[in-house]
């Protein structure tokens, strides 16, 4: 309810008003509205703004505004997880107990000292294509939060009777984010998460913007490796040929999306035990120089060495080396303590490990338990080399002739991979 001062009413200020709302003000003051695009409204008005013209309204619709903001429900985050419950079917995230595994890694803050800081007011949904994907905040729910990140909180939620997720951006969005915020509209495959839609919080939020997607019952792989019983091998290859098909989809996209953090926490696992490829926070476009060259703050436990340069140079075989790290963590469900690639070791260990000593984690007792094929295709994709690695075409044709092969050899087992998935 506090008045906008006239020295603080900018062009990115008003960005964040609706179209309809800068219509409004531009017909009050019989200011030429016909079919002029947001940032046109936003200029004439600034106009105003010059003259001293626009204070009181401004005021006005700042109050209204303030009035109109969502009540949300904000719940205590679940307490710890007790034990798993091997025996229970419902979805991790719908137990009233759920809680990330506490061993997982942090993704730490994300660093962007090196970019062109956009002030994220000044995001147009128009021009990224997105108006018709705005969700007013006050139709959202927001219930508990189910994960964070290093750029990010994510909570369930509700979207017209639809148990959703709403994911907050913390912090300042970058030009280039902004732009790729476009690209998520035009992602359609079952092996990605949906994008549901954008919603913009009424100023004045700490929260700059939110994206809406989908919810994936299970919650991330990561866990679910952690609190549900071991599945079947075939089910083991479904989760891993799933993987496979998200990151094909964005590699043959077009233009290409290089995910650059692919690992197990970025993995969703839906109600049907279906992985979803999730999180674009670090995704960029291939052959973008700016892109190709950016800095990357990520967890290096499942990076790719050429990403580790001062000025990396790589291409979509990123993607297919952390892939192979989430394959190895996927092999060992059936070990007694659980492991993620490189646990307990620090960053410098691990660029030694990895990019001096060409060390990987170890695969013996994988390929005792479920044979050379696999661990030769996961061996096969954590190249040293990135030209020597597979593609991810490649890699989801191995996967499908080695569960053709399994279903074969051992017919019982389909009926419970089916129930698995």
């Known amino acids: 309810e506090d008045e906008v001062d006239l020295t603080e009413v900018t062009?990115?200020?008003?960005?964040?008003?609706r179209k309809d709302d800068l219509v409004r003000l531009c017909e009050e003051r019989d200011i030429d509205h016909d079919g002029r695009k947001k940032a046109q409204l936003v200029d004439a008005l600034l106009q105003w703004v010059s003259r001293g013209l626009l204070h009181s309204t401004l005021s006005n619709l700042s109050t209204d505004t303030a009035r109109q903001e969502t009540k949300t429900q904000a719940l205590k985050a679940a307490d710890h997880a007790s034990a798993r419950k091997g025996s229970s079917s419902k979805p991790l995230l719908m137990r009233s107990h759920h809680s990330a595994s506490p061993e997982k890694p942090q993704t730490p803050e994300h660093s962007k000292v090196h970019e062109h800081q956009e002030d994220v007011n000044?995001?147009?949904?128009?021009?990224?294509?997105?108006?018709?994907?705005?969700?007013?905040?006050?139709?959202?729910?927001?219930?508990?939060?189910?994960?964070?990140?290093?750029?990010?909180?994510?909570?369930?939620?509700?979207?017209?009777?639809?148990?959703?997720?709403?994911?907050?951006?913390?912090?300042?969005?970058?030009?280039?984010?902004?732009?790729?915020?476009?690209?998520?509209?035009?992602?359609?495959?079952?092996?990605?998460?949906?994008?549901?839609?954008?919603s913009l919080p009424k100023p004045p939020s700490h929260i700059p913007v939110m994206i809406i997607t989908e919810l994936c019952a299970n919650g991330d792989l990561f866990d679910y490796i952690r609190k549900t019983d071991p599945p079947p091998f075939t089910a083991m290859l479904d989760i891993m040929l799933g993987i496979a098909r998200g990151i094909e989809y964005l590699h043959l996209h077009k233009p290409t999306i290089i995910h650059r953090d692919i690992k197990s926490s970025n993995v969703l696992i839906s109600a049907q035990g279906v992985a979803k490829i999730a999180d674009f926070g670090l995704a960029r476009i291939k052959n973008s120089t700016q892109s190709m060259i950016r800095s990357l703050v990520g967890t290096v436990n499942?990076?790719?060495?050429?990403?580790?340069?001062?000025?990396?140079?790589?291409n979509e075989k990123v993607d297919v080396y952390s892939a192979a790290l989430v394959y190895w963590e996927v092999l060992q469900w059936h070990q007694p303590v659980k492991r993620y690639p490189f646990e307990g070791q620090n960053e410098h260990a691990i660029y030694h490990d990895v990019g001096a000593k060409n060390l990987r984690p170890p695969p013996g007792p994988l390929r005792r338990q479920w044979g050379g094929e696999i661990v030769d295709l996961m061996e096969s994709?954590?190249?040293?080399?990135?030209?020597?690695?597979?593609?991810?075409?490649?890699?989801?044709?191995?996967?499908e002739k080695l569960k053709r092969e399994r279903l074969a050899a051992k017919p019982g087992q389909s009926s419970s991979s089916k129930e698995r998935r």
């Open 122 to 198: 000044a995001l147009d949904l128009e021009s990224l294509q997105l108006q018709d994907k705005e969700i007013p905040p006050e139709q959202l729910e927001k219930l508990e939060r189910i994960g964070s990140g290093g750029f990010k909180d994510v909570y369930k939620g509700k979207y017209r009777k639809r148990t959703i997720a709403i994911c907050e951006i913390r912090g300042h969005l970058t030009d280039m984010d902004i732009k790729e915020l476009g690209l998520l509209r035009d992602l359609h495959h079952t092996n990605v998460v949906q994008f549901i839609g954008i």
């Open 381 to 399: 994709m954590w190249a040293q080399d990135p030209a020597q690695r597979p593609s991810m075409t490649e890699v989801a044709a191995q996967l």
């Open 11 to 17: 062009g990115t200020m008003l960005m964040r008003y």
């Open 302 to 314: 499942w990076q790719a060495p050429e990403l580790w340069h001062p000025h990396p140079r790589y």
